[in-house]
């Protein structure tokens, strides 16, 4: 009994101490805005690293979104002959939603894990302590434009989701189940509002990019420096990300639409 | 050399431990300016923890750990990346940026921590691979090196920004007689013609002992012993004999801490 109780303890201390330190770290990187000498071209690097090559994932996944959401919709909405309905509704849930959501996912899974992957295989070869007995703070050098990257590619890939995930839709309503196209426009311009839906989105998914790209620097930076530490780390970012990112959403959608 | 400015890093009453397990037990020892100061004992005692504690990556429990007059574990971020620009380390394990090429990789240190124009980085960088013999390896990536060349990569590498201290962790694993020999003037020629001060950590100990001028025996947590080559050979304590001598049987445990062994063996077949 005491023994759990400690075993316990222990842990919690444990996780405290963790967070203590993800928020030291988060501090220190967002210090380090990248300046225009060196900073820039690693960030560039990194934005082709964790932004463009996750292009063609969210760009596939925006596509399918979109055409399922428009077949389920019209399904449902034909029924009730309100089948022009359809292109609200897609993009009502696109920007409201799905993008933020799905994109941040898919984001956690596809970049998140390789950067976690990337900084704990770092630490275990000691080219982070090497870095560090040269002078160079591997915060500044190695966390800090990974960290931005995320910050800056996560929105952006997620306004591009529901770019996608819109003409999917139309796809599917308009040139295959034959909406008429005017109605589907007109719908969708008089339901979506710009502050209410498409900035609240948008809010979303920076507030997203924060958190998978901490909770991945994070566990990189602060794995056990083996084999089993890293694989645990990048499981762990992806976990943690995937639980925060549906946690948070509840939260935000609560403090933005909560009131309509 | 009693005056304290030929000391570059002293260390007094130290203390650290991993674990329960005491590392350095109150140790002291202190490095001269200028001279080639070796750091002998069994694998597994903590030589490469004493070179993370000197350049800051650790900190002791206790004591005081001084480089040039500065109390390192005191130091806060900035002033401690100050000072590691001048120290040059060689990891055990090389370390190099898997990412970058051997060239890069060179070049890192003079890329951050100077201004230099582009034409003289190149030439420094060829300089530093001429020296360690790798001039020819300078387009290839890490991952195409062998163990022994990625470590002498790192050696350029640590060596090219002509730091005021060097440290070496075990630079002579892995190389092959020749490669050991020109490392082995290397060090000296460092030493002698641009004055810095080097720490060698090794196990080699006739190449260590050609090199040094003053020699730590540390073991079990303690200096052990300390002197010149002549006064460690001349030593007569048996622990010391057996080190320098590498006798298997003796003082010094071959084995890391552990349990008998007949009983471990017979305990394990209850
Ligand atoms: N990260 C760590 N966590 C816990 N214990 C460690 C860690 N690193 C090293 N140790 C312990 O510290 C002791 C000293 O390690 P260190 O690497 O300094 O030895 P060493 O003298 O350099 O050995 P070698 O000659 O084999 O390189 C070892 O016994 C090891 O068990
Ligand atoms: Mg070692």
Not at chain 1, 208 to 236: L, M
Not at chain 2, 71 to 90: A, H, V
Not at chain 2, 219 to 228: K, L
Request: glycine share 10%; net charge negative; hydrophobic share 50%.
């Amino acid at each position: 009994m005491i023994d759990q109780l400690q075993a316990l303890g222990f842990t919690g201390l444990n996780k405290l101490a963790a967070l203590g330190r993800s928020f030291i770290m988060l501090f220190h990187s967002l210090c380090y805005f990248p300046n225009p000498r060196v900073g820039f071209p690693l960030l560039i690097k990194q934005l082709h690293f964790v932004g463009v090559l996750s292009l063609i994932i969210i760009v596939v996944s925006g596509l399918f979104i979109g055409m399922v959401l428009s077949l389920q919709g019209y399904t449902i909405l034909v029924d009730y002959g309100s089948e022009q309905a359809v292109g609200q509704m897609v993009a009502l849930s696109l920007v409201r939603e799905l993008s933020p959501v799905v994109a941040g996912l898919l984001f956690a899974g596809r970049a998140g894990s390789a950067l976690t992957a990337e900084i704990g295989l770092m630490k275990a070869t000691e080219q982070l302590s090497s870095m560090e007995m040269i002078g160079v703070d591997p915060l500044r050098r190695i966390v800090a434009p990974r960290f931005w990257a995320g910050f800056i590619s996560l929105p952006l890939l997620s306004m591009i989701f529901s770019v996608v995930g819109i003409w999917g839709g139309l796809l599917v309503g308009v040139d295959w189940l034959g909406i008429y196209e005017g109605s589907f426009w007109a719908n969708m311009q008089a339901a979506v509002d710009f502050r209410i839906d498409v900035l609240n989105g948008i809010i979303k998914a920076i507030v997203f990019g924060y958190v998978v790209t901490w909770i991945a620097v994070f566990q990189g930076y602060d794995c056990i420096p083996t084999s089993e530490g890293i694989s645990q780390a990048t499981t762990k970012t992806v976990v943690y990300s995937s639980l925060s990112i549906l946690g948070v959403d509840f939260l935000l959608t609560a403090l933005m639409f909560g009131d309509l | 050399m009693d005056s304290l400015d030929d000391y570059i890093i002293e260390i007094e009453g130290m203390t650290f431990s991993r674990g329960e397990r005491a590392i350095f037990d109150n140790i002291s020892l202190r490095i001269p300016q200028g001279k080639v100061t070796a750091i002998m004992g069994p694998s597994g005692t903590g030589k490469t923890t004493l070179l993370k504690l000197i350049g800051g990556q650790i900190r002791p429990d206790s004591g005081c750990i001084r480089v040039e007059g500065l109390d390192i574990p005191k130091l806060n971020r900035g002033e401690l990346f100050e000072i590691r620009s001048r120290m040059g380390m060689l990891f055990q394990s090389g370390a190099l940026f898997s990412d970058l090429s051997v060239f890069e990789n060179v070049a890192f240190p003079l890329r951050v921590h100077t201004q230099l124009p582009e034409d003289m980085i190149r030439d420094l960088v060829f300089m530093k691979l001429q020296s360690v013999g790798l001039r020819g390896a300078v387009e290839l990536m890490p991952s195409e090196l062998s163990g022994g060349m990625a470590r002498r990569v790192a050696l350029a590498r640590a060596i090219a920004l002509d730091p005021d201290i060097l440290m070496y962790d075990e630079p002579f694993t892995g190389q092959d007689p020749i490669a050991m020999g020109v490392l082995v003037k290397l060090i000296k020629t460092l030493n002698k013609t641009l004055g810095h001060t080097s720490i060698v950590v090794s196990h080699d100990i006739q190449e260590t002992l050609s090199i040094a001028d003053y020699i730590y025996l540390v073991a079990d947590g303690h200096v052990v012993a300390q002197g010149t080559t002549q006064e460690l050979l001349a030593e007569t304590s048996p622990k010391v004999k057996q080190f320098m001598q590498g006798l298997p049987d003796g003082p010094v445990p071959f084995h890391f801490d552990a349990p008998d062994y007949l009983q471990d063996m017979l305990g394990g077949e209850q």
